[in-house]
């Protein structure tokens, strides 16, 4: 007699780290029918699995491990949630996939399942989909970071991307808008494990276009379905689809985050910076398999419409720069401002540019030589005093205000980051020293020692 289940499957296109809640804990002492579970999940992977060959031979091995008694001997929730998703990694080969023992997620997905045409069900939606909405408002939708740095050089960080569509729309449109004056995009998905793919076209749609753009096509082999996806024509907020992109990666850039970065190369030629990402290309929907248990499921394939392929699983993105994931942000600085300098003709803006440059430090950089100024006790230039101490660091006063350990960018050039920002060279012409004041937006002051002793140590303001 053949058995016939019925599966709860809710599509939320999720691409993102997942974990089991505790919930499983409190079932400690309770006894599965671990067999039982196999067999419904064999069923559930052959009949839904994106990819159908590995599906059917997914299922197959289940199905004759159940015969061979494999599973026989677990009768604890955790142990087979453990275990089953140890042998669906190692039978598929993909990231995403897993069992989950969470009791309260499977009465979540079950309410949103049974909400059509259950009003308690809906009830207990709405109440789920209400506290989701307010975590991601305290999260702000995933967008971490949003800055314009010196040199319209735009800086984006997204720890993940939220599926609230309509509710993040003004928060993105004010994101976007404050890049609006920058020259180079840089978005960091260093710390991003993926998220919703609602918001995949919503997201591109500031970096493609100006005009929709068929960046994808989705296949869902479960449902025989195929869907062309479009970016917004009409997105509210700046767009930036003119705009240098670079992309910043680590080993955890995972997912929906590997999506989003693979579509911007493709189409954009995003330069991506960084280390090689982890590698989880297929989309995945919780689907419940009984009170306890529900799989991430991986049901959908999104292809890249400009090459027609996608990233391999497992295997993730190579970097176009390799690097740390901490030096990362450094270098892409570094290789936007290079790129503002060879398309920047003002003098002025250059020498800004060239500041800049000197500013950004990179770890393990011998290029450049560090070396101090032969000067010899206190030296007095206009408002400034500057002194080597421990023949190794250069102290500047200024007006007499307490000293400043100066950085020592290389190449002669000595830096003041606080508020005011300088940097200083000096150089020494017929025994009497020159320092030159360099300051963003103005041009370079010659200032010559003097003989004056000022008075310094003064109290802090």
């Given at each position: ?115 059509s045409h259950s009003e308690s069900a809906k009830v207990n939606d709405e109440k789920n989909r ?99 996806l479009y970016t917004i024509g009409n997105v509210q907020g700046a767009r930036h689809f003119d ?219």
């Amino acid at each position: 007699m053949t058995a016939i289940w019925k599966f709860v499957s809710v599509t939320f296109l999720i691409f993102a780290f997942s974990t089991a809640s505790d919930a499983c804990v409190s079932l400690e002492g309770k006894l599965v029918d671990s067999e039982n579970v196999v067999l419904k999940l064999a069923h559930v992977i052959k009949e839904q699995f994106a990819n159908k060959s590995i599906a059917e031979n997914v299922a197959a091995t289940l199905m004759a491990d159940v015969e061979a008694g494999k599973y026989k001997h677990i009768q604890q929730a955790k142990i087979l949630e453990t275990k089953l998703t140890e042998d669906l990694k190692r039978l598929s080969g993909d990231n995403h996939i897993g069992m989950v023992c969470d009791p309260v997620a499977v009465k979540r997905y079950q309410a949103r399942a049974q909400s059509s045409h259950s009003e308690s069900a809906k009830v207990n939606d709405e109440k789920n989909r209400a506290n989701q909405l307010r975590e991601s408002r305290i999260e702000n939708f995933g967008i971490k970071k949003v800055e314009l740095k010196n040199g319209y050089i735009g800086f984006l960080e997204m720890h993940y991307f939220d599926g609230h569509l309509e509710e993040s729309k003004e928060i993105f449109t004010g994101a976007m808008n404050l890049l609006s004056g920058a020259k180079v995009i840089i978005i960091d998905l260093r710390r991003n494990g993926g998220g919703n793919s609602k918001i995949l076209p919503l997201f591109l749609s500031y970096f493609l276009g100006p005009e929709p753009v068929h960046f994808a096509t989705q296949y869902t082999r479960w449902k025989d379905e195929e869907k062309k996806l479009y970016t917004i024509g009409n997105v509210q907020g700046a767009r930036h689809f003119d705009k240098p992109i670079y992309i910043l990666t680590s080993g955890t850039t995972f997912s929906l985050a590997e999506h989003v970065t693979y579509h911007l190369r493709a189409f954009r030629q995003a330069t991506i910076i960084g280390e090689r990402t982890y590698g989880g290309g297929r989309a995945f929907d919780p689907v419940v398999i009984d009170d306890q248990f529900y799989v991430r499921m991986p049901r959908i394939e999104i292809i890249n419409a400009a090459d027609n392929s996608m990233y391999k699983e497992g295997l993730g993105i190579q970097p176009d720069i390799l690097t740390t994931a901490e030096n990362a942000p450094a270098v892409a600085y570094l290789h936007a401002i290079k790129h503002l300098l060879e398309n920047e003709t003002h003098p002025q803006e250059k020498s800004d540019l060239q500041w800049l440059r000197r500013t950004v430090p990179i770890e393990n950089d011998s290029s450049t030589k560090k070396s101090l100024p032969k000067l010899v006790g206190k030296k007095h230039f206009g408002e400034f005093t500057f002194e080597i101490r421990q023949n190794k660091w250069l102290w500047m006063s200024f007006r007499g205000l307490p000293w400043v350990r100066l950085n020592n960018l290389g190449d002669g050039y000595f830096y003041d980051d606080r508020p005011i920002q300088r940097q200083f060279t000096f150089s020494n012409e017929k025994d009497r020293w020159k320092v030159d004041l360099h300051l963003l937006g103005e041009p370079t002051k010659e200032i010559y020692e003097q003989s004056r002793k000022v008075v310094s140590g003064k109290s802090n303001l």
